[in-house]
């Protein structure tokens, strides 16, 4: 027998044995990944550097709470646009070869070719991705980000570098998720695209809320200068079916902020929206969208049997 | 001729073909291949009315051919000619025959879709075409800054006799005070294909404005030829900054820090330096209470004239033993010197608890982080190619519970060898671009290239490590997780297949490991390194033993079939000093495995039998390596290390905090 199977079926008893993930989430599990969402959303970049149309960055997480995302450009709902998608591993310590060097904090970012398109350079659906994993937020050396790309050939799909910044966004906020909420962080990255007149750059944060059945939309917008226009917060509820199918939902768009808060509301400088747009083969028109608004509806019924027809997606892995 | 018209011509000569029918006299052959970088080479090919092109995938990845807009899908053979067009791994090849002028795309089903992604374009030339004319892009942009930029004119489908056609900048949403537009001819001679381009000046104004466009235009074809793609779009970014005051804003709506450290949030001045200015900022409570979690915190920021940015408010945060994390808040007040405050003028401050880590664990956890890394070893491979010496293969964990290791060649504490390190991170679900492909379970590998040599081709230092993914025992080549240590021009530097062999293995056996367990997880792979007379390579597990402070090492050695042959299991015990230096430790070895007894033990049988497992004092690439703490299978059971030794000149005795 090969001696490094041993305990291979020990293995299989103890996975069957082993902790439950999240369950219900208290606010302060919900705020913390938020938080870590938020930070690191403000430590990133995307640009199609050959196209003018709006650039969208969605984050979310794995399972085990590491970063997870998916940066796309050049058009909207998953048709005419493209992707690139990625995720973030803490290395914690890096030991340089040269062993009087001190020990260095560092993260490795790394694109998921599986999931992402990739292109010649100087094509227009060329997406670049940063992160400035320094305690410097003002303008850091560019050799100093993280960078991915998704060109065919001489570009980057991995990257580590050292730096504190991140230090206080890697370790995650309670239990793994479940395959149900990463099977959902997953398909929103691919559907979900935020849309504001005069946007250029949206990021996007995509998290559980406090029931098991819940998500959270966070969008961050800014404008050609760089400009923040404010933040596009919603919720997406999806109650488990017998069948473990994403069925029936509802989704919504959380109200204006009033003076004192700054946590479940809406603080858009203008009128934006949430749409959820059917996945279609890139060169198809999308259908209509599941959309709701700032300028109304606040609050439509999704059918993901029909967002997802004619998909492998509706139920998790 | 439409696009329509064109396929279903295409597709009656593909269909009369293989009914046997007699070929284009004169016509050639071409040849595409798919590569293991998921690309196809070459993607752009250009041949002549009845020519043909052979489509080859050499076991060189999940690969098909499917035209953009689903005329043809062929991989094993064609859907509806007798053949497979699914995604295969396998040696296959298949060719297509082109008997109307035209372009044809087409892209892998797994690694791509139409116009991006793992694609290529056959463009088809009917004798004596001129050819067309297409923008290289349907949009441009350009910051006012730079001064201009050039726009690419291509011509295509043909190349016969001398052409020219007429190119035009004119006012979009910008105005003659934004550019200069421009117009002229570009002339192609019999025969040329290469790319041409015009200029366009820009101008850099100090207005505030929003970014403006340009409409560019080609037009006028002459010597027959045709237009393509005869509009485009350039934009013009802003890059000015207002003269006024400006407005305030903190740098994010959400900010935080650990217990006992500082929560820091930065007030920004931006769009405008116009005077001095000043903010005050004032702290009230959320869950978290002002004195016992936090100081009650106020005051006032000012810029001065012409001074625009960022400042921080730095808040000390006190420890308590709360699990949760807690919230406060601040908020901008009063700004002074006509500034304006703008979202987010409030903010949320996040106290995060201390981490809890894993301290003591139970025998099953224990054994099941052993079988995760030696299931992990099963699946994976380190070759040195153009090396005679053994390579080494260690795994351990990351902090979450990831896996991280290190690749070595050579022996011997860090000299004359050389290292990949690498981490994986499951991706658990791949959507691909075509959404009625099924789900995939899929894996990324990465190199880490900050604890990696990267050498140049052809180096006896070369590495290559790939790991299985798949429920198949021997997959094609292509199927597997592949990075090396090649530099990035011409290596991999990072992976994704996906594959359900690894999904037992990929979930941890119980919480996060903590700084010091993690801290012995990258020094030990730098410093141990397996020793036995005839082995072909080594393999190396490292993972936390039940009780705080002790580590486990299952050595394998490989023999020449690179089957591992017995096992030396080896125990850790640390001392640390009361600052969390490594200060000494204990080497044991364990003893034979009872009967039933699967971890924690020894087995030492074959080339075990005469193994040791060496510890190396790291150096310099250059001198020889000190004489190592070493400890056998057949030698003293114990053996005691010291760390201010076997570390000395180096920084890696004390955790990362």
Same mark, same amino acid.
Not at chain 1, 193 to 200: D, F, I, N, Q, Y
Not at chain 2, 168 to 197: I, M, Q, R
Not at chain 2, 601 to 621: E, Q
């Given at each position: 027998m090969?001696?490094?199977?041993h305990?291979?079926g020990?293995l299989?008893?103890?996975?069957a044995?082993?902790?439950? /993930?999240?369950? @219900? %989430?208290?606010a302060a599990e +919900? *705020?913390c990944?938020?938080?870590r969402?938020?930070? =690191?959303?403000?430590?990133s970049a ?9 650039s ?10 590491d970063?997870?995302?998916q940066?796309?450009?050049g058009?909207?709902?998953g ?11 803490p290395?914690?310590t890096?030991l ?5 060097r001190?020990q260095l904090?560092?993260?490795?970012? /790394?694109?998921? @070719? %599986?999931?992402s398109?990739? +292109? *010649? ?6 997406l670049? =991705?940063t992160?400035?994993?320094?305690l ?8 100093n ?8 050939s001489?570009?980057k799909?991995?990257?580590a ?15 793994d998720?479940s395959?149900r ?7 929103l990255s691919?559907?979900a ?8 750059s949206?990021?996007l ?5 406090a ?10 917008v ?9 933040r596009?917060?919603?919720?997406l509820s999806i109650?488990s079916?017998?069948?473990g ?18 946590t ?13 747009f059917k996945?279609?083969?890139?060169g198809?028109p999308?259908?209509?969208?599941y959309?709701?608004?700032t ?9 993901f ?6 998909t492998s ?5 | ?13 593909f269909?009369g ?27 752009n ?7 043909s092109?052979?489509f080859?995938?050499?076991g ?5 051919v499917?035209?953009?807009?689903g005329?043809f ?7 509806g000619q007798g053949?497979?067009?699914?995604p295969?791994?396998a ?6 025959t082109?008997?109307t002028?035209g ?7 797994v ?7 793992m694609i ?5 030339i009917?004798?004596?075409s ?5 923008f ?8 006012e800054?730079?001064?201009g930029?050039?726009?690419v004119?291509r ?14 900048a ?10 200069t ?9 019999d ?5 041409k381009?015009?200029s366009?000046s820009v101008a850099?104004?100090?207005l ?5 466009t ?6 006028q074809?002459t010597g ?15 890059d ?6 400006g407005?305030?804003r903190f740098?994010?709506?959400v900010f935080?820090?650990?217990?006992g ?5 930065g007030?920004?001045r ?6 001095a200015?000043?903010?005050g900022?004032?702290t ?9 979690d ?7 920021i000012a810029?001065?004239a012409?001074e625009?940015?960022?400042k921080?408010?730095s ?9 949760a ?12 010197g006509g500034a304006?405050l ?5 903010a949320?401050?996040?106290i995060l608890p201390e981490?809890?880590?894993v301290e ?7 054994a099941c982080d052993a079988?995760?890394l030696s299931?992990?070893l099963?699946?994976s491979?380190?070759?040195?190619p153009?090396?005679s010496?053994?390579?080494s293969?260690?795994?351990s964990?990351?902090g979450t519970g990831d896996?991280a290791g290190l ?7 860090g000299?004359?060898e050389?290292a ?6 499951p991706e658990?679900?791949?959507?691909l ?5 099924p789900?995939l379970?899929?894996?990324?590998l990465a190199?880490?290239e900050l604890?990696?040599?990267l050498?140049?081709?052809g180096?006896a ?7 299985n993914?798949?429920?198949d025992a ?5 199927n597997?997780?592949?990075i ?8 991999r530097?990072?992976?994704a ?17 903590g700084?010091?367990d ?7 792979p ?9 082995a072909?390579g080594?393999?190396?597990a490292?993972y936390r033993a039940?009780e705080?402070g ?14 591992a042959?017995?096992?030396?299991a ?10 969390g ?6 080497l044991r070895?364990?003893g034979p495995c009872a ?12 080339l075990?039998?005469?193994?040791a497992?060496?510890?190396w ?16 299978a ?8 010291d ?10 005795r004390?955790?990362?905090e």
């Amino acid at each position: 027998m090969n001696p490094r199977v041993h305990g291979l079926g020990l293995l299989l008893l103890l996975l069957a044995a082993r902790t439950a /993930t999240a369950g @219900d %989430l208290s606010a302060a599990e +919900v *705020a913390c990944d938020s938080l870590r969402l938020s930070g =690191l959303l403000e430590r990133s970049a995307v640009s199609a550097p050959h196209s003018t149309k709006p650039s969208q960055l969605v984050l979310s997480f794995t399972a085990s709470g590491d970063f997870a995302g998916q940066a796309t450009g050049g058009g909207a709902g998953g048709s005419a646009d493209a992707a690139l998608a990625f995720s973030t591993n803490p290395e914690e310590t890096t030991l340089l070869r040269n062993p009087a060097r001190p020990q260095l904090f560092s993260v490795s970012l /790394t694109r998921n @070719d %599986l999931n992402s398109d990739r +292109v *010649a350079p100087g094509d227009a659906h060329e997406l670049r =991705l940063t992160v400035n994993p320094t305690l410097d937020l003002g303008n850091p050396p560019s050799g100093n980000l993280l960078a991915l790309d998704n060109l065919l050939s001489g570009g980057k799909s991995t990257d580590a570098k050292p730096g504190r910044g991140l230090g206080s966004l890697i370790a995650p906020c309670h239990d793994d998720f479940s395959a149900r909420d990463v099977h959902v962080f997953r398909v929103l990255s691919r559907i979900a695209r935020v849309e504001v007149a005069e946007a250029r750059s949206i990021e996007l944060a995509i998290y559980r809320g406090a029931s098991v059945d819940t998500y959270r939309f966070d969008a961050y917008v800014s404008d050609a200068g760089g400009g923040s226009l404010g933040r596009l917060s919603g919720a997406l509820s999806i109650p488990s079916s017998p069948s473990g199918d994403l069925g029936a939902a509802s989704m919504e768009v959380f109200p204006p902020c009033q003076v004192g808060t700054a946590t479940d509301c809406t603080s858009l400088s203008g009128d934006g929206a949430i749409a959820l747009f059917k996945p279609v083969i890139s060169g198809l028109p999308p259908p209509t969208p599941y959309r709701v608004s700032t300028a109304g509806p606040r609050q439509v019924d999704v059918d993901f049997a029909d967002l997802l027809a004619g998909t492998s997606w509706r139920q998790p892995l | 001729m439409s696009r329509a018209a064109l396929l279903r011509g295409w597709l009656g000569l593909f269909l009369g073909l293989l009914l046997g029918m007699p070929g284009w006299a004169g016509a050639e052959t071409f040849t595409v291949r798919s590569l293991p970088n998921d690309t196809f080479v070459p993607s752009n090919v250009t041949i002549q009315v009845g020519d043909s092109v052979r489509f080859v995938n050499e076991g060189n990845g999940f690969h098909n051919v499917i035209e953009d807009g689903g005329a043809f899908r062929c991989a094993e053979g064609c859907d509806g000619q007798g053949g497979d067009g699914d995604p295969s791994a396998a040696d296959w090849s298949f060719t297509l025959t082109f008997p109307t002028a035209g372009t044809i795309g087409y892209y892998c089903d797994v690694h791509g879709s139409p116009g991006v992604g793992m694609i290529g374009k056959i463009q088809v030339i009917a004798p004596g075409s001129p050819g067309r004319f297409d923008f290289s892009a349907e949009s441009y942009s350009v910051g006012e800054a730079s001064g201009g930029t050039s726009i690419v004119v291509r011509r295509t489908e043909g190349t016969t006799g001398a052409v020219s056609v007429r190119y035009a900048a004119s006012a979009g949403t910008a105005s003659a005070a934004d550019f200069t537009p421009t117009s002229g001819t570009l002339s192609w001679a019999d025969g040329e294909t290469a790319v041409k381009t015009f200029s366009i000046s820009v101008a850099n104004d100090s207005l505030i404005e929003r970014s403006e466009t340009v409409l560019l235009k080609l037009s006028q074809p002459t010597g027959g030829a045709a237009l393509g793609r005869a509009s485009a779009v350039l934009t013009l970014i802003d890059d000015d900054v207002v003269s006024s005051p400006g407005r305030l804003r903190f740098r994010a709506p959400v900010f935080a820090g650990a217990e006992g450290d500082e929560a820091k949030i930065g007030v920004v001045r931006e769009e405008g330096a116009v005077g001095a200015v000043s903010v005050g900022y004032a702290t009230s409570d959320g869950t978290a209470a002002a004195g016992s979690d936090y100081p009650a915190t106020s005051g006032t920021i000012a810029f001065a004239a012409e001074e625009s940015g960022e400042k921080t408010i730095s808040i000390p945060l006190a420890e308590d033993d709360d699990v949760a994390a807690e919230e406060f808040e601040i908020a901008l007040l009063n700004p002074t010197g006509g500034a304006a405050l703008r979202y987010p003028s409030r903010a949320t401050g996040v106290i995060l608890p201390e981490a809890a880590a894993v301290e003591a664990l139970t025998a099953e956890e224990v054994a099941c982080d052993a079988a995760r890394l030696s299931g992990l070893l099963a699946r994976s491979r380190s070759l040195a190619p153009r090396s005679s010496r053994p390579t080494s293969l260690a795994v351990s964990f990351t902090g979450t519970g990831d896996f991280a290791g290190l690749s070595t060649t050579g022996i011997g504490g860090g000299t004359g060898e050389a290292a990949l390190a690498f981490s994986t991170n499951p991706e658990e679900t791949t959507l691909l671009a075509n959404p009625s492909r099924p789900q995939l379970f899929s894996v990324s590998l990465a190199r880490n290239e900050l604890n990696s040599d990267l050498v140049a081709p052809g180096s006896a230092d070369e590495l290559r490590l790939t790991i299985n993914p798949t429920l198949d025992a021997n997959p094609p080549a292509g199927n597997l997780l592949a990075i090396d240590n090649l530099q990035a021009t011409s290596g991999r530097p990072a992976d994704a297949k996906p594959g359900r062999g690894l999904a037992p293995l990929l979930a941890s056996c119980h919480g996060d490991f903590g700084v010091a367990d993690v801290q012995l997880f990258r020094v030990l792979p730098k410093l141990a390194r397996g020793e036995a007379a005839g082995a072909s390579g080594f393999e190396l597990a490292i993972y936390r033993a039940p009780e705080p402070g002790r580590y486990r090492f299952d050595l394998f050695p490989l023999d020449a079939q690179g089957a591992a042959s017995g096992r030396l299991a080896v125990d850790l015990e640390v001392v640390r000093s009361a600052g969390g230096d490594l200060v000494s430790g204990t080497l044991r070895r364990l003893g034979p495995c009872a009967a039933g007894q699967e971890t924690g033990c020894s087995d030492l049988t074959g080339l075990a039998a005469n193994a040791a497992l060496a510890f190396w004092k790291p150096v310099l690439s250059g001198p020889p390596p000190a004489t190592p703490y070493r400890i056998s299978a057949s030698g003293s059971p114990e053996v005691a290390v010291d760390f201010a030794d076997l570390l000395a000149g180096t920084a890696w005795r004390r955790p990362l905090e």
